[in-house]
């Protein structure tokens, strides 16, 4: 089964619940409004259905393989990664001065979506140098983001990220990698780095790496990383390839899912020393590396949105032409399609609705950045960059998590042909598998929730989104329907829910860290869980006004809404308990280590 691109959907989620018209409003977004986002998001649809849905199983029988150091991608990547840049896709949201679109994050969030349902394990190389790009733009120097920058985004080549050593995981203060400075502002890099996506393939002429490594005499900790450029080939004066740079791919990961997309063991340094360039100031570099991990955060929530999207289009088309069993209040004689009986509806529509959440709270998120970036209004900038930070990590957890749960879903809809590979099914669990883990798993995207963005600035943010919340569980009162009377009910428990948690981590973070943290994933999730419904409530009131204008569209907006309030929003209270109530950290620090 190839993929379609839910256009409509996104476009009603980007015009209702994002704002894009007050975004194209912004300064330099004049061209952005509601047709210019439907143009592109029918070509980008038409390009993954055609160029790279088709691609995805192949990845997955035929991976990405290594030899002798050069890696070759699997058939058909290469020539799809041609057409993708010349299309100009790598450049949607970067700026015009560099050859980008400068199209607005909200219409680029959609098209990020398009190309992770399609082929996650292709997509991985442009969420990679997007946020070689983004680091490049912000700490870089003028000179380097003159040589880089249009090269990045031509896709004439593509950046990786290189954090993780052997012993060097999620601690990054345990960094061993040095930088040996030459004296003439060029420095020598040594060490070996793992994980490291598209770290090395034939897809690009070069690939440029931005690698954290230690200067001599450096303070010790994540306050003595530095950031540097280290590209595979060296770059002559005129902007030509140059000789090949001592960094050398030493072998590729074989994994569980997402095999296309190589995972490189890099090797630095060993035949004299990597030739590596500082990204602005020494010691500053996990500061600058940040940049491009918030990037690729954001960006793996969306391929959590996108897998889901994909694993629900396959157990749809499944459950239609799936024939088994007589329904169960018999209205029929003969076997029916499984859609027809009540647990597998309650499945799909698990499926859909967890989908459908997380992809608004995204598109919403993604035009706040919009707002905190352009708004003309200094107060309305920094008040939307702090509710776009604050949903980053839920975006990349919550996201993450239910992608894995909807494609375990989808599997369990194909019933034993979900498990036999043939099928499809099977992939996309897999593929999902990895997304709670890299770019931060879910526990550190936690505990950036608590520690980062509801403690450093004392709830706040987090008490005016939940405001809104709250405003629109009222006005939903005020309407008759069953649909959403049941979701003004609970929205406003899983508002008053979250609200409790909120407060349970402001007062006792200190005295009590166990306490806090011991919750900080439930806490995580109930917020993925409130504010996704949120944003469920919200469409549900533009479809109730409009349902007129086109019915069969806004009743199964209405339908999936009124799902949500009963089957996933019902969950806010026991996760508050588990938090708050039962003082859930006793049970789970109530056996010793050594008795596990």
């Given at each position: 089964m190839s993929y379609t691109a839910p256009v409509k959907d996104m476009l009603f989620v980007m015009k209702e619940l994002a704002g894009l018209e007050q975004v194209a409003a912004l300064p330099g977004y004049d061209d952005a409004g509601y047709e210019t986002a439907q143009a592109v998001l029918e070509e980008a649809a038409k390009f993954n259905g055609e160029v790279l849905a088709p691609l995805n199983r192949e990845g997955d029988k035929n991976p990405s393989f290594w030899h002798d150091g050069e890696v070759t991608t699997t058939p058909g990547f290469k020539e799809a990664f041609k057409q993708f840049a010349q299309a100009g896709w790598q450049g949607v949201i970067h700026p015009q001065e560099y050859d980008g679109q400068g199209l607005p994050k909200v219409i680029a969030t959609a098209c990020i979506e398009m190309l992770n349902a399609a082929n996650l394990s292709f997509a991985l190389c442009p969420l990679l140098t997007d946020g070689a790009i983004e680091a490049l733009l912000t700490a870089g120097s003028e000179a380097q983001r003159e040589l880089y920058v249009k090269k990045l985004i031509s896709g004439e080549w593509t950046g990786t990220m290189n954090l993780t050593e052997p012993q060097a995981g999620s601690d990054l203060a345990l960094v061993r990698t040095r930088a040996e400075p030459q004296g003439d502002g060029v420095y020598k890099v040594f060490g070996t780095k793992i994980f490291i996506t598209y770290g090395e393939h034939d897809m690009a002429k070069n690939i440029v790496h931005l690698v954290l490594a230690r200067v001599p005499n450096a303070p010790d900790g994540v306050k003595g990383i530095s950031l540097f450029i280290v590209p595979k080939f060296l770059i002559n004066a005129d902007s030509t390839l140059g000789a090949r740079n001592d960094v050398h791919c030493v072998s590729l990961e074989h994994k569980l899912g997402i095999k296309a997309s190589p995972t490189a063991v890099l090797q630095f340094g060993d035949h004299g020393g990597a030739t590596g360039y500082l990204i602005g100031e020494e010691n500053r570099g996990l500061e600058y590396m940040f940049i491009m991990m918030n990037a690729a955060r954001f960006g793996v929530g969306m391929q959590g949105v996108g897998v889901a999207d994909r694993a629900y289009q396959k157990a749809v088309a499944f459950a239609r032409d799936r024939v088994q069993s007589r329904p169960v209040d018999g209205a029929a004689k003969q076997s029916v399609a499984i859609i027809e009986h009540p647990d597998v509806r309650r499945m799909l529509f698990t499926m859909r609705a967890l989908t459908e959440a997380s992809r608004a709270l995204a598109y919403v998120a993604a035009s706040?950045?919009?707002?905190?970036?352009?708004?003309?209004?200094?107060?309305?900038?920094?008040?939307?960059?702090?509710?776009?930070?604050?949903?980053?990590?839920?975006?990349?957890?919550?996201?993450?998590?239910?992608?894995?749960?909807?494609?375990?879903?989808?599997?369990?809809?194909?019933?034993?042909?979900?498990?036999?590979?043939?099928?499809?099914?099977?992939?996309?669990?897999?593929?999902?598998?990895?997304?709670?883990?890299?770019?931060?798993?879910?526990?550190?995207?936690?505990?950036?929730?608590?520690?980062?963005?509801?403690?450093?600035?004392?709830?706040?943010?987090?008490?005016?989104?939940?405001?809104?919340?709250?405003?629109?569980?009222?006005?939903?009162?005020?309407?008759?329907?069953?649909?959403?009377q049941a979701m003004a009910q609970q929205l406003a428990r899983g508002g008053e829910a979250l609200a409790k948690v909120i407060e349970f981590v402001l007062a006792n973070a200190k005295s009590d860290p166990n306490a806090v943290f011991a919750g900080s994933v439930p806490y995580l999730k109930l917020a993925g869980i409130v504010l996704g419904g949120w944003q469920m409530?919200?469409?549900?009131?533009?479809?109730?006004?409009?349902?007129?204008?086109?019915?069969?569209?806004?009743?199964?907006?209405?339908?999936?809404?009124?799902?949500?309030?009963?089957?996933?929003?019902?969950?806010?209270?026991?996760?508050?308990?588990?938090?708050?109530?039962?003082?859930?950290?006793?049970?789970?620090?109530?056996?010793?280590?050594?008795?596990f």
């Open positions: 706040a950045a919009d707002h905190g970036h352009r708004s003309p209004d200094e107060a309305v900038r920094k008040q939307q960059q702090a509710v776009y930070e604050f949903l980053v990590p839920i975006i990349k957890g919550w996201s993450t998590e239910l992608s894995v749960e909807v494609a375990s879903l989808g599997v369990q809809v194909h019933g034993g042909m979900g498990f036999i590979e043939e099928t499809g099914a099977a992939q996309y669990y897999r593929d999902a598998r990895i997304l709670p883990i890299y770019e931060g798993t879910t526990a550190i995207q936690a505990n950036d929730l608590i520690g980062r963005k509801t403690l450093r600035d004392g709830g706040a943010t987090a008490k005016a989104i939940l405001q809104q919340v709250a405003a629109t569980a009222e006005t939903l009162r005020g309407h008759p329907q069953p649909a959403a409530a919200r469409a549900l009131l533009v479809a109730q006004a409009k349902h007129d204008e086109d019915v069969a569209f806004y009743s199964v907006k209405i339908a999936t809404a009124h799902f949500y309030a009963d089957h996933i929003l019902s969950q806010a209270s026991a996760l508050e308990a588990s938090i708050v109530t039962a003082h859930g950290q006793e049970s789970i620090l109530a056996l010793d280590s050594a008795l």
